[in-house]
């Protein structure tokens, strides 16, 4: 199993498609840079292939109509800690000057960044290739994809940028797909040992084009923090009550209003409003299930109508 080498078959194959998903690709610096949606359109197959990539090609990944005239995502794993934390998550802030983005997938593992989530999990690989994901509004510059390629101690040449901004299809997609990332970041962050999970699966409604990356940003959490499910299978028991978002002092607002009220600094929001809505935690020893949360859809209109 290497999941560098897995998402970078994914990047090939999206090459051989780009009219079919309305991408577009070019040379930056040597790598290989998939536009999904900065100068593009971007598509929904584009977007679940986004999620694939992302994840190390270790998860299911599906979209169906919710019963709320809601476009859902739904991304299921056998390898929750690996795909959705050691790949998944964004846990690589990259720059180079003014340019800034959060980075996921598996040049991470590469990288070791963070280097405590790959000692926590056991896990590491050695690849020539690489792929990295960034929500941006702008291509990277070549210096950085400089950088991030000697991170991963790698030749330019064999890295692969996935890159779409906020406000696309693409990245309303592959957000709501962190699902099942989000309940595992909940977990970890009640001190529960994620690698004791065995199967997750999350889903949540797509957020639609509503504006700017500012005001897509606010949008797609709230897709997140009000509308998402998650399935947990473990056979060591959590503290399933306070999982949910609605444990959050911030809960009840539109993620905007929460992100106004820290002055526009993530660092000053509390960290438990980045949770799932509604979780279902199974014992697979006992085999009994618990349930904790709610969908919140009045949130997610208000959100919606800015």
Request: overall charge neutral; hydrophobic content about 35%; aromatic content about 8%.
């Amino acid at each position: 199993m290497n999941l560098n080498y897995n998402s970078v078959k994914i990047a090939k194959k999206m090459l051989k498609k780009e009219n079919k998903l309305q991408i577009s690709s070019e040379n930056i610096g040597g790598a290989t840079v998939i536009d999904c949606g900065i100068n593009v359109k971007g598509s929904l197959d584009a977007g679940i292939d986004f999620v694939k990539a992302c994840m190390g090609d270790l998860a299911e990944v599906e979209l169906f109509m919710g019963d709320n005239d809601f476009q859902h995502v739904k991304v299921s794993t056998e390898h929750p800690a690996l795909s959705c934390f050691g790949s998944q998550k964004a846990g690589w802030q990259v720059s180079e000057g003014n340019y800034f983005a959060l980075a996921s997938g598996p040049a991470r593992i590469l990288a070791k960044k963070p280097k405590e989530t790959y000692k926590n999990l056991g896990y590491s690989e050695k690849s020539d290739e690489a792929l990295i994901a960034l929500e941006a509004g702008t291509y990277p510059p070549p210096a950085l994809i400089e950088n991030i390629a000697d991170s991963c101690n790698i030749i330019t040449d064999n890295l692969y940028i996935l890159i779409a901004k906020t406000a696309s299809i693409v990245s309303s997609i592959q957000i709501s797909g962190r699902a099942a990332e989000t309940g595992l970041f909940k977990l970890n962050y009640l001190g529960y040992d994620i690698n004791n999970i065995k199967h997750v699966s999350g889903e949540a409604p797509i957020a639609p084009i509503v504006g700017n990356d500012a005001l897509m940003m606010g949008v797609t959490n709230d897709m997140i923090i009000y509308g998402s499910t998650v399935h947990f299978k473990s056979s060591v028991d959590a503290k399933v009550d306070e999982i949910p978002s609605i444990n959050s002092p911030g809960y009840g607002k539109p993620f905007r209003d929460i992100f106004k009220e820290a002055n526009y600094d993530f660092y000053k929001i509390d960290k438990g409003i980045f949770s799932p809505a509604k979780v279902y935690f199974n014992n697979t020893k006992t085999g009994k299930t618990t349930k904790s949360g709610s969908i919140n859809y009045e949130i997610i209109k208000r959100s919606l109508e800015g």
